[in-house]
């Protein structure tokens, strides 16, 4: 039996978003007080997680390729992939900070992490498996 992109993709985000809600739980009951090997698990089940969602994207989205373009084509994707990923990563912090005013605390700061972290990756696994549905 194999399972094409989609199935993975999907599998990938559902493992990613576990994990991510179980670190974004722990952060908010525990705090600063969170164990390294909960924190390890956690990150490594994240990991887990795109490990299968990168080369099925990738792959995807360079499946239907000519091989002469082959080269322009991993270049701008990569380069879109860059660009997207800063353009989120600022603004998910400009709305961090401004949540959190000039002076949080640390305890401030561990539960709005856990809340944007599990919020991000909800949406972006509920657009990816409706997406892989679609291709189902």
């Given at each position: ?6 199935t ?82 600022a ?19 561990a ?26």
């Amino acid at each position: 039996m194999t399972f094409g992109p989609a199935t993975a993709i999907v599998c990938g985000f559902a493992i990613t978003g576990a994990a991510t809600a179980v670190l974004a739980g722990l952060l908010t009951l525990q705090g600063r007080q969170v164990s390294v090997g909960w924190l390890v698990t956690g990150l490594g089940l994240v990991g887990l997680g795109n490990t299968f969602i990168l080369p099925s994207y990738l792959g995807a989205a360079l499946s239907d390729v000519r091989p002469h373009q082959a080269g322009a084509a991993s270049g701008t994707l990569n380069t879109i992939q860059q660009l997207a990923g800063s353009a989120g990563l600022a603004a998910i912090g400009a709305v961090f900070f401004a949540a959190r005013g000039p002076h949080p605390t640390h305890g401030e700061y561990a539960r709005t992490q856990g809340r944007g972290k599990i919020t991000v990756r909800i949406d972006q696994t509920t657009l990816l498996v409706w997406s892989g549905l679609e291709k189902c």
